[in-house]
């Protein structure tokens, strides 16, 4: 038998679509990203009627979720990983370069999760769930929730902006000690923090610096536009280069170096940090 959820819409002041109504409202699936994955797939229906993204709510609907169940067992991904900190509610892993977070690829962090994490003992266990990204090329902290509950608390957080984020990258050329970005990005508000912490100078890019970025919203690829911007991109950005000044073959150095924030759970101040790869280290011996 297939698994069912249904929830009955209560009264609501305005009509919303069922892409924002949505989120949160089906234990199996608790992220914006899971519940437009069951849109696609047909998995929903308002009043018997399949929806999709845009079906507008109204209040008094019927709304019903089905998940076919697999036939075939799930191939597992043998893939370790560093596990930084890790309880019953939620996890933070090391994210390699080259791997993406989720997809649809089998090769990915979240697929990774399960061989790599003990399961939950707690009542709404569910699979391991990345609940932001990396880019592919980046390094660093990936935070995960084990349970339904600390999947929505902890995607409810970031956008609430209350985990604080803190990167590192090489930059290349001369730049100002510290700074404020706000340039748009693709049209919407955006927000970097940064401080140079250390410059060494470079024949072949002049200046290579370390540089500790605090972004305040979560635009894609924001640091690294940012710093393009700037007229500092990060060095190994194949993306976002000055004509004539891409290092090739060494990757991209940005890493996602630590996250801190109140435990949704046990209210404890959990400061989880990643140490910078050997790469930065051969650049900056301080560090």
Known sequence: MNP??????????????????????????????????????????????????????????HITLRIPTET?????????????????????????AGIEVSGNKFKTLANALPQN??????????????????DYATTGIVLVGKT?????????????KFISKTYYAVTIENMKQSGTI?????????????????SVPSQRFGTLNLVELHPKTGRRHQLRKHLHGLGNPILGDKDYA??????????????????????????????????LPRKFKKIFSTY
């Open 4 to 61: 069912t959820e249904t929830h009955i819409v209560p009264n609501i002041a305005t009509p919303q679509r069922l892409q924002e109504y949505g989120v949160g409202i089906f234990e199996a699936i608790p992220t914006k990203s899971a519940l437009k994955k069951a849109l696609k797939k047909k998995h929903i229906t308002v009043d018997g009627v399949i929806a999709s993204t845009a079906t507008l709510i109204n209040g008094g609907e």
């Open 182 to 198: 706000t340039a748009e990005i693709d049209g919407k508000p955006s927000h970097s923090e940064y401080k140079v912490l250390e």
């Open 242 to 275: 000055l004509e004539g000044l891409l290092l090739k073959g060494k990757g991209l150095y940005l890493h996602a170096y630590a996250l801190e924030f109140e435990h949704p759970f046990t209210n404890e101040h959990i400061h989880i940090t990643d140490e």
């Open 72 to 96: 075939k067992p799930k191939k597992q991904l043998d893939f370790p990983l560093k596990v930084l900190f890790e309880d019953e509610y939620l996890a933070a892993v090391h994210k390699p």
């Open 117 to 134: 994490l003990g399961p939950s003992q707690l009542s709404g266990a569910t699979t391991p769930q990345p609940v932001h990204r990396l």
């Open 148 to 160: 339904n509950s600390s999947i929505r608390a902890l995607n409810k957080m970031f956008e609430d």
